[in-house]
């Protein structure tokens, strides 16, 4: 049954990366037709079209959109290709600017945002793991300290290097987490599903009112 799930894993993969190449190209399109529409509206010839400047102001809105799908797409597009392998060598970087892009609809129903930092170099190093795993896993942390915060705050991944691997922890941006918001997020990775999963990916969890930590090994 497990190498049935990474078959189904990998064919969603292969099927979405299909689907955002295509949806790129249909962006791109409207992209460029809005740009050759707002051209010709700012030619001399057409300084008295009516409504020129509020059409000129919808154009602005999609282009500003077209880039923001783009944005989307490509993050959902990498994130796809992370079925490809069981496992590969990322960079957190490369994996928390992606948890980023893809968990900002479920933050903005809460009202909360997401800002990333970190030591210097430290986004930088690499991970062996299965790719989807490690989203999994720190999108769970994310999701489940959102719950746990009110409405309005900021959130933040730091992230830093250690000598056999490195770190993440997940927080509010002030303030320290309460105690039974702590035991709601310990239980969520003591569900035998996380469980499975820290396992898999051998990486250590700690819950407290700091936040959520996630050591992870370094790559051989």
Known sequence: MQEEVRHDAAFMGK?????????????????????LLEDLLQAPSSRDFPHRERILKALTSIRDQVRRGTHIL???????????????SVRLGDVLENLKALSDRFLRQKALSLTLSGAPGADQVAVQACPVSLQRLLFTGLMALAQEVPQGETLCIETGAETDGLWCRLSRSKGALEEEAVGAIRR??????????????????????????VRLPRSG
């Open 74 to 88: 490509t993050q959902l597009n990498r994130f796809a290709h992370g079925a490809d392998s069981d496992t590969a």
């Open 15 to 35: 099927i979405t990366a299909g689907a955002t190449h295509e949806l790129k190209n249909v962006l791109a399109i409207v992209g460029e037709s809005a740009g």
């Open 188 to 213: 969520i990775f003591e569900d035998e599903s996380a469980a499975a999963l820290r396992e898999a990916l051998s990486a250590d969890v700690r819950v407290s009112r700091d936040g959520v930590l």
